[in-house]
Every structure is written in C-alpha cells, then in structure tokens.
C-alpha cells in the first residue's frame, strides 16, 4: 500500500487495475541524492501539528514534514556512507519567484527569524564537498547548473526527497525524466501542505515520470551499489 489508495474513486481505481503501473521501471548504476527545498519555514523551527506551526509559518507542513526530514537524514547518512554524490537544492530569496504567493511569514516576524526560515534544516544541511544550487524556478533543473553537474559525474539516476510533493519536487521529477534520467521519488522524505496533493501527485509521478520508493528501499539500492552489507546482515556476520 503506497498510501493513495484512499483518495482513488472506484472508477480510478479499475483504471489503475487496468492501466496502472504494475512493477517498478528500475534505477542504474550511478545515482546522486537530490535534497529540494527543506528549509525550516516549511516545517517550523519547533516540532508542532500543522495548524500550530501554521500560527508563525503559513506554509508550514508540521509533524509530517518533520517526519520526512527526519526519514531524509537517515537516508543522507546512507548516501555519505556509500559515497553516493548528494546535491542540495535551495531558493534564490531575490523575488524571482512570482509562483510564490503565500507569505513566509506575519509581517510581524523578525528579519533574523526570516533568514533563519530560509536555511536548510540542520538534520539535512550540507557538508563540506556537497553542491548547494539555488533555483529561481519551481523546477531544480530551470536556469541551474545541476544538469551540467550531474553529467559530469555521469549521474544515470536521481533520487528525489524534499518539499512540496506537489510542487518543487513534481517539477524537478518531470524535468529530470525529460532529460532521461531514471527518477526515483522516496515516499517518506517528500512533504505537502494537504494529504489529498501529496497522494495524489506521488500515484501520478509512479505511473508516469518516476519510481516511487520508500526510504528503506533508497537504503538497501545506495548499500547495494557501493557493495556494502546491510546491517542486519553485517551483525549476523560478526
């Protein structure tokens, strides 16, 4: 169960029986993780219910966007581990971005506490040797260096996590797909404001742009590449 289920009407469901996805595409051989937009004026500085957190941060996604950093942080201590290259993907906080129409915050809301919404999420922030791209557009791969980057590398494969389900990462899936590259979404490190588009948008990226995985799966294909043993299994060898 991926979770979409309940928001399909018995139509869509009989057309998914017929139509739908009924194995995953597959990843390749040389993946880089992909971090978008996991700033903390989407999840709150303190950990609180959406509509507590939504009191100082109107765009806030709450316990569940914590939930999905939390999930991101253990599948970047995977990455680091198995060298795979991790790219973080951030805002260019210049008014560039006319999509934007929701306030980040009251207009009460300090300057310093308004910068400190726009950083990277400490359980997520970069290290030292890890590209940070800021985009102007909803889309990572709009006016940015990250195709440029990724070739370079010989990237065959991104792995998507961050926020929103519906909207940044949608736009950088269908990108990614269209520059050919295989395209996994991890189900539990991407976030939305509403259950019903961050479903929704992950059953239509599944069926049509991407692979949808969860963070264990992300894991198990990072341990795999790098022929490193899984951790169960390393403890039944020692």
Not at 156 to 168: A, F, K, Q
Not at 180 to 191: A, F
Request: glycine share 8%; aromatic share 8%; proline share 4%.
């Amino acid at each position: 169960m991926y979770g979409w289920e309940k928001f399909l009407s018995e139509r869509d469901k009989q057309h998914d029986l017929q139509w739908g996805k009924k194995e995953l595409s597959g990843f390749g051989s040389k993946p880089a993780l992909v971090l978008i937009d996991m700033y903390y004026s989407v999840v709150g500085l303190t950990r609180e219910p959406i509509f507590e957190s939504m009191k100082t941060w109107p765009g806030s996604t709450g316990l569940e966007g914590w939930a999905a950093v939390d999930k991101t942080a253990e599948l970047l201590a995977v990455a680091r581990e198995t060298g795979v290259p991790v790219v973080h993907i951030k805002g260019l906080n210049n008014g560039m971005k006319p999509w934007v129409h929701r306030k980040r915050g009251p207009s009460t809301m300090s300057a310093e506490m308004k910068l400190k919404g726009e950083q990277i999420c400490d359980e997520v922030a970069p290290i030292a040797g890890e590209v940070v791209i800021e985009k102007t557009a909803p889309s990572a791969f709009q006016g940015t260096p990250l195709a440029f980057h990724l070739i370079s590398m010989g990237i065959d494969t991104v792995i998507m996590c961050g926020e929103s389900t519906s909207g940044c990462v949608r736009a950088s899936v269908v990108d990614a797909a269209t520059h050919r590259y295989k395209v996994g979404v991890v189900s539990d490190c991407v976030y939305d404001r509403t259950e019903a588009s961050h479903f929704m948008n992950l059953y239509d990226m599944h069926q049509k742009y991407s692979d949808v995985v969860d963070a264990e799966m992300a894991k198990s294909y990072f341990r795999k590449l790098s022929g490193a043993a899984e951790p169960a299994l390393a403890r039944m060898a020692s």
